[in-house]
């Protein structure tokens, strides 16, 4: 198996738990991913390079993609690591023979469907992002491979992946740590994934997204936010009902929206 991104927050929570579940481990992150545990071997490349996720992928079984920049910045930047880094991924799978392949794309590739609005994966793109945006083309490009080429790539639009909601919004959003390690273990047990995209959420009592288009993947949360959530029901929530960021779904991540004008 092979987990990219395995620097990352999520990657050095997952590493010892799929060691124990799958055994042998390649982790890849574009900084040193030590200290290694035992099973591991680590590699320090960049997405980017071709060549190098050419390497790194021959040889492997199923995929873990969660490398590549999880937050907003500049479309350089973006390009080079979710854009060229998923192809790149995605191509050397093809080529070796690797797979299945669980990507993580993200809540923000629909971050701009209002808050009363309800979806599961069948739902169009609407991105709030350029990050958003690299996760929508992800999806896209995962759908081509599964089509043209037989693939096998579940792509988790993962919500709030945090150790404990933190605002208001999260009730919504989150996802319990072991409830992400559930969804990739139902991925992997699924008989026949083909081209499937997923929330990645928790059995919130206030969440707009489920799963149920996708029976073939058990997939069956376990935690909820409402009842993780008690520190921050104490410090309350101070922003207005008309703040852009209460009312999309991205949150934080329409910053810079703007009101369209009214046209005649
Ligand atoms: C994401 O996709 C981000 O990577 C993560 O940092 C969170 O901001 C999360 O979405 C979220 O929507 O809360």
């Given at each position: 198996?092979?987990?990219?991104?395995?620097?990352?927050?999520l990657?050095?929570?997952l590493r010892?738990r799929?060691i124990?579940?799958?055994?042998a481990?390649?982790?890849s992150d574009i900084?040193?991913?030590a200290?290694?545990?035992p099973g591991?071997?680590?590699s320090?490349i960049d997405?980017?390079?071709?060549?190098?996720?050419?390497?790194l992928?021959?040889?492997v079984?199923p995929?873990?993609?969660?490398?590549?920049?999880?937050?907003e910045?500049d479309?350089?930047?973006?390009?080079?690591?979710n854009?060229?880094g998923?192809?790149n991924v995605f191509?050397?799978?093809?080529r070796?023979?690797?797979?299945?392949?669980?990507?993580?794309?993200?809540?923000?590739?629909?971050?701009f469907?209002?808050?009363?609005?309800?979806?599961?994966g069948?739902?169009g793109h609407?991105p709030?992002?350029l990050y958003g945006?690299?996760?929508?083309?992800?999806?896209?490009?995962?759908?081509f491979?599964v089509?043209k080429?037989d693939?096998?790539?579940?792509?988790?639009?993962?919500g709030?992946?945090a150790?404990?909601?933190?605002?208001p919004?999260h009730?919504?959003?989150?996802?319990?740590y072991p409830?992400?390690?559930?969804?990739?273990?139902a991925?992997?047990?699924?008989k026949?994934l083909?081209f499937?995209?997923l929330y990645?959420v928790?059995?919130?009592k206030?969440r707009?997204?489920s799963?149920?288009?996708?029976?073939?993947v058990?997939?069956k949360?376990?935690?909820?936010?409402?009842?993780?959530?008690?520190?921050?029901f104490?410090r309350?929530d101070?922003?207005?009902?008309?703040d852009p960021?209460?009312?999309?779904q991205?949150g934080p991540f329409?910053?810079?929206?703007?009101k369209?004008r009214k046209?005649?």
């Open positions: 198996m092979l987990l990219t991104g395995a620097a990352g927050v990657g050095r929570w010892p799929l124990e579940r799958y055994g481990l390649r982790c900084v040193d991913p200290p290694g545990l591991e071997k680590l320090t997405l980017a390079d071709a060549k190098a996720v050419d390497r992928v021959k040889g079984g995929i873990i993609h969660f490398g590549g920049i999880s937050y910045t479309f350089k930047a973006i390009d080079a690591s854009i060229a998923t192809y191509e050397a799978a093809r070796h023979g690797a797979g299945p392949i669980v990507y993580a794309s993200s809540n923000h590739a629909t971050g469907y209002t808050r009363d609005e309800r979806l599961n069948k739902a609407r709030d992002s945006v690299s996760k929508a083309f992800g999806e896209s490009l995962a759908s491979f089509d080429y693939m096998d790539i579940a792509c988790l639009r993962i709030t992946a150790p404990e909601p933190k605002d919004r009730l919504s959003t989150w996802q319990s409830d992400l390690l559930r969804m990739i273990e991925c992997f047990a699924a026949k083909g499937t995209v990645g928790s059995a919130n206030r707009w997204w799963n149920n288009h996708a029976p073939h058990a997939y949360p376990k935690d909820n936010a409402e009842y993780a959530a008690a520190a921050m104490k309350g101070k922003r207005k009902a008309d960021f209460v009312k999309f991205g329409v910053e810079g929206y703007v369209r046209t005649k």
